[in-house]
């Protein structure tokens, strides 16, 4: 699976940005990971062949995880967005959907490039 990103940039605090992952290949479960300075990587936002989605509680009800299998892309799009949310975003790729939510960032199938979102105060 190779996945190409693009989107993010700089926004102000209560903006809105979306981010955009083309895929090729088979996928099962997709998600969207946030790097933070310094920290680890961490699963934010993720999304089941099903299409039932599962969020971390620091964006639920702010992002939005969706996938559209005709155009092999998956979003994200965030709204509200906040000083904390600043960091390097990769999209990803996995078989098993507890590695989706972010369970183990380390065994996680394919990733992207990553981008970067920073939002000022």
């Known amino acids: 699976v190779e996945l190409v990103q693009s989107g993010g940039g700089s926004v102000q605090a209560g903006g809105s940005l979306t981010l955009s992952c083309v895929f090729s290949g088979h996928t099962w479960c997709m998600a969207w990971f946030r790097q933070e300075s310094g920290k680890s990587r961490e699963g934010i936002a993720a999304?089941?062949?099903?299409?039932?989605?599962a969020y971390d509680y620091s964006v639920k009800g702010r992002f939005t995880i969706s996938k559209d299998n005709s155009k092999n892309t998956l979003y994200l799009h965030m709204n509200n967005l906040k000083p904390e949310d600043t960091g390097v975003y990769y999209c990803a790729a996995d078989r098993i959907m507890s590695y989706c939510r972010g369970d183990h960032p380390d065994a996680v199938d394919a990733w992207g490039q990553g981008t970067l979102v920073t939002v000022s105060s």
């Open positions: 999304i089941d062949t099903d299409g039932s989605t």
